[in-house]
């Protein structure tokens, strides 16, 4: 069996990619690494809970008497454990260093002693290379990271690079664009924007509301992974992204439109400080490997927007039990009306 390592895998990428991998990979033993913070749900493993092929371990990756002896003991390596949110970093950072940083070099360390490590992936975001005016973000581009979330992973992107360089360890970097999909934290705009029009309330659009993020299906993410895994070069960047261009009013309104909402739902709030215009990365060295998005925006978006839809039981206790989320919401939005 392939020992895999998976952190931040009851996330909703990590939970996503855990899902698929045990699909697609009969040979995979799977350890999941998880602090499960506000973000990490165990309900996300549904469907493979009873899995003998996975291995669910609650611990904060910056602990070394948890990490180092999973890491030493596995050959791949999928670090998605971040905090991820760009608001919250912009409350208050700290988390976010000691998380995406630190917590990042704990696991690189512990990987220099693992004897069978063929590829430590560290997935990074599109964000690092900052607000994008126009063209695309290509791997060689300069990192110009513009609020902590972006500077935190911007700062273990290039770690997890070094450990490369000076070390000579199988790493390397993914610069992902905007994901959706199922499982999504309802923090996000997109699962925000659904959950809040399901019960006929505002949606609370920052700004003019023509940001442009490039949005990517969580699957064909995983696709993207599952290929590097097996076809990379250590030390490399890759771009991985939708080609899914979208001003954010349009994708409101299109969440709107497919649950029957009028656009009078639209509130238009003070915007995000520091907020990035647009992001879009140029994806050719991923698909010379032969990768390409699978999932149309339009079906993507429909099916996302169905699965809320469905998975009420998901999302309610988050939204209506959980009363840090409650005070998240009131802190974050109430001041920008
Ligand atoms: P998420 O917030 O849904 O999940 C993060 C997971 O990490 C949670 O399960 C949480 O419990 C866990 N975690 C946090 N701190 C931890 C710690 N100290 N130790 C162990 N586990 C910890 O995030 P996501 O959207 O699934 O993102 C996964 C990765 O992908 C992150 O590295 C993020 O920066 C990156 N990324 C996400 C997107 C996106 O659109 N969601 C785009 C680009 C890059
Ligand atoms: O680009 C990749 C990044 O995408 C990841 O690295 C981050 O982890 C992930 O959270 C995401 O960051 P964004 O800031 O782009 O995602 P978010 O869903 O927070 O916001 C998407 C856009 O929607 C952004 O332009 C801000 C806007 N927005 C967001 C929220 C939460 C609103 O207009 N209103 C909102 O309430």
Known sequence: MVNVLVTGGAGFIGSNFTKFALTEHSDWQITTLDKLTYAGRLENFEGVKNEPRHTFVRGDIADPTIAIPLVE????????AAETHVDR????AGDFIKTDVYGTFVLLEAARNAPKLRRFIQVSTDEVYGSVEEG???ETDELRPRNPYAASKAGADRLAY?????????????RVSNNYGPNQFPEKVIPLFITNAIDGCAVPLYGDGLHVRDWLHVRDHCRALDLLIANSEPGEV????GGHEVPNLELTQRILRLLNQPDSLIQHVKDRPGHDRRYCLDTTKLRRLGWRPTVDFAEGLADTV???QTHESWWRPIKEGDPAFQSYYQEQYDHRS
Do not use: D
């Open 89 to 92: 970093a912009i409350m208050t």
């Open 136 to 138: 695309t973000s290509r």
């Open 162 to 174: 070094s450990f490369w360089a000076t070390y000579g360890m199988p790493v390397i970097i993914t």
């Open 73 to 80: 003991q596995a050959e791949i390596v999928v670090h998605f």
């Open 238 to 241: 890759y771009n991985i992204g």
């Open 306 to 308: 169905a699965w809320y």
